[in-house]
């Protein structure tokens, strides 16, 4: 298990310096630049789970930080994206149930990177901006939806960004042709 134990600073907006970062990252900020959406970063160690580095949610709070599933149908035919509080837990055979699916699991990690380029530990709502073709659909806990703030990841798990909600479940959504769907996670 990772412990963090360093001090973490707050930057607004992309880094100065983008030497040494991936390309889907630096696509993010240009993203998020050119439709006017202000952001908080972190920048970290490489964090793949919740419980992994409990202290950048304490530094990005007020933001909500989400477990982000990518699940599929037993088929594999149908893609989702689950944004759902820290806290919760998944209930695969309710939220089944609430979007008419059958029983939804976790997709295999080739999928997430190839609609969302997104690798496993980086899942993200912003990855799909990657997903021109719409294959996945967003299914968001509505308790998220009721914060001001949202956390997640630009692509990789080695920074965090603060996001106005309405920002990113208005403005970006609209801007990447995608909606979501209200469950309600236990």
Do not use: W
């Not at 907006?13 to 959406?37: A, C, F, Q, W």
């Not at 944004?83 to 609430?98: C, E, H, M, V």
């Amino acid at each position: 298990k990772l412990v963090c134990k360093m001090k973490y600073k707050i930057e607004r907006g992309r880094p100065k310096n983008t030497e040494g970062r991936l390309i889907k990252e630096i696509r993010v900020y240009d993203l998020l630049d050119s439709l006017g959406i202000e952001y908080d970063r972190i920048d970290h160690n490489a964090v793949d789970t919740m419980e992994a580095c409990s202290e950048i949610d304490t530094v990005l709070a007020p933001s909500v930080i989400c477990k982000n599933l990518f699940l599929c149908n037993s088929q594999r035919t149908k893609f989702y994206l689950l944004l759902i509080r820290g806290d919760k837990r998944f209930d695969t055979k309710s939220i089944s149930a609430q979007i008419g699916s059958s029983r939804l699991s976790f997709a295999p990690h080739e999928y997430m990177e190839k609609y969302l380029d997104n690798t496993p530990g980086s899942a993200s709502v912003l990855g799909l901006m990657n997903d021109i073709d719409g294959k996945v659909k967003l299914l968001i806990d509505r308790e998220v939806l009721n914060e001001e703030y949202f956390g997640c990841h630009p692509c990789i798990n080695t920074s965090s960004l603060r996001l106005r909600t309405s920002d990113v479940f208005v403005t970006f959504l609209r801007a990447v042709n995608h909606s979501y769907t209200e469950v309600t996670a236990d």
